[in-house]
């Protein structure tokens, strides 16, 4: 099982900021995800919260050693919380974002996340959740 987790405000892609974010929409996003990991015979489990404790609650439910493709957003510049709970939890995450953080302004430059993360993939567009989830394909 791998699981797509994604934090505040992207469920507006598609209509947040087009030219930074695409056009597609979360839903256009995890429908693909959904294609190419059933033609994988891979299972995919999708979450989606805007609040960084409901995040949290849902990552501490997951088995350890999880797989997981992570969108944290803006908590990815601010959530400690979220940094620790990844460590706590002991999972495999790759961190995407859409946007390329670090050509972006100063405070999205860093991330708490990367540190513990497997891997970390930006700046490709919604493409970057295609790539996370065929390098875990992949290594099966």
């Known amino acids: ?59 501490q439910e997951l088995p350890k050693g999880a797989k997981i493709i992570l969108n944290p957003g803006a908590l990815a510049h601010t959530s400690i919380a979220l940094r620790d709970c990844i460590v706590a939890i002991e999972a495999e995450v790759v961190e995407v974002h859409i946007s390329n953080i670090f050509s972006r302004e100063e405070f999205r430059r860093n991330s708490y996340i990367s540190s513990v993360a497997k891997g970390v993939i930006c700046g490709l567009g919604s493409e970057v959740y295609h790539l996370a989830l065929i390098w875990f394909i992949e290594r099966e």
């Open 1 to 59: 099982m791998i699981y797509v987790v994604n934090g505040p405000n992207l469920i507006l892609l598609g209509r947040r900021e087009p030219k930074i974010y695409g056009n597609l929409t979360l839903q256009d996003i995890n429908r693909d995800l959904e294609e190419t990991a059933f033609a994988n015979n891979e299972e995919i489990k999708f979450f989606q919260s805007n609040s960084e404790g409901a995040i949290i609650d849902f990552l």
